[in-house]
């Protein structure tokens, strides 16, 4: 036989009796009910963070460093190689010929100039997915 227990809902004042079978039902319930609603906002944030709306990376990083390569081709399309220090890993971007290059900061100059910067610094902006350069600053050019 079951036995009949005494459970305490809705208020102080009310008092139902349930037996032991009928409450463990309940409680499978909300167990069921409370791991349902977890898995789903499980999802939801692995979605929310999925989507990017929690990416902390930026999508375009400008950083200064040493040339240590530029190979454009007749088409200006190639890959300029650097280094930000001495120790760094060696950083390498596309070019193409929608990248930007300027002369001492501020003077437009033409894409096929950029192979002169070999061995010295300068500022390159590239997108952080695709790896394109899009603006090349020199500030040290003859």
């Known amino acids: 036989m079951h036995q ?8 102080d004042r009310e008092w139902l009796w349930i037996n ?7 409680m499978n319930l909300f167990v069921k009910l409370t791991r349902n609603t977890l898995v789903a906002l499980s999802i939801a944030f692995g979605l929310f963070i999925n989507n990017g709306i929690a990416n902390d990376e930026p999508d375009e990083v400008g950083y200064e460093m040493t040339v240590i390569s530029v190979l454009i081709g007749g088409d200006l399309n190639g890959t300029l190689t650097g280094k930000r220090c001495e120790d760094c890993e060696l950083i390498q971007v596309k070019v193409t010929s929608n990248t930007q290059f300027f ?11 950029a192979r002169s910067l070999t ?13 394109v ?5 020199s500030f040290d050019f003859d």
């Not at 009949?4 to 208020?11: A, G, K, T």
């Open 4 to 11: 009949r227990l005494l459970c305490r809902v809705l208020s």
């Open 20 to 26: 032991g079978r009928d409450l463990m039902m309940v």
């Open 103 to 113: 002369i001492n900061g501020d003077t437009p100059a033409d894409l096929k100039n």
């Open 119 to 131: 061995g010295k610094p300068a500022l390159v902006a590239f997108n952080t997915a695709t790896r």
């Open 133 to 137: 350069a899009t603006v090349i600053t």
